[in-house]
């Protein structure tokens, strides 16, 4: 008895179900992956990063996006919903639909139990086939801690940490600071798991 095939699909499938459907999926090499929901701590902090990057970027001719805009990267397939993607210039639209990047140059994603190893290992890995990608930005959800990997000159990407709410970090891409105490400023944290009262 032979192994059941996993079903593949083309991207221009998984984008006409992926328009019509109530629930967000990625798409990674033909096959679909459902998106799971999130806890109220991670819909805070990532509302509070989108708040922030606003702010930071007024008067600049850069765009903050929502985990509703869905970005695609042609070189291996992906189609995605990072947290937060930051765009300065003109945005490179998929199609004339509108509802899919090509050109983020900030990719922000939010710390999960369920998603972290894939945020820092395979997901960082796709990501880091953008051309315009010059930033990206882990956000933990359970202690006051932002990581940041910079792609330099010389496209070597340097990595920073902050961690504590009297800390602050540098978005190289951006030319921002943004203060930790700002970003956690609503979140209580377990005191036996960060030790941060």
């Known amino acids: 008895m032979s192994a059941l095939q996993k079903l593949h699909i083309t991207p221009e499938r998984y984008l ?11 798409y990674y090499q033909g096959e679909i992956f459902a998106m799971a929901g999130t806890t109220r701590k991670h819909s805070v902090v990532n509302a509070r990063v989108i708040m922030i990057l606003g702010n930071a970027l ?3 001719p850069c765009t903050v996006n929502t985990n509703d805009l869905r970005i695609h990267i042609p070189e291996n397939s992906l189609f995605t919903y990072p947290d937060v993607s930051v765009v300065c210039g003109k945005p490179e639209m998929l199609d004339n639909e509108f509802d899919t990047l090509l050109n983020p140059l900030l990719i922000v994603e939010v710390l999960s139990d369920s998603t972290e190893n894939y945020d820092r290992n395979g997901k960082f890995r796709l990501y880091r086939s953008i051309a315009s990608l010059r930033e990206y930005v882990l956000v933990s959800q359970d202690e006051p801690r932002i990581e940041t990997f910079f792609k330099n000159e010389q496209s070597q990407w340097l990595y920073t940490e902050a961690v504590g709410l009297d800390a602050s970090i540098t978005l190289h891409s951006l030319n921002a600071e943004i203060s930790l105490a700002e970003v956690y400023a609503t979140i209580e944290f377990d005191a036996d798991r960060t030790g941060v009262r």
């Not at 006409?16 to 990625?26: I, P, T």
């Open 58 to 60: 007024r008067g600049k």
């Open 16 to 26: 006409e179900q992926e328009r019509k459907a109530q629930c967000k999926s990625e």
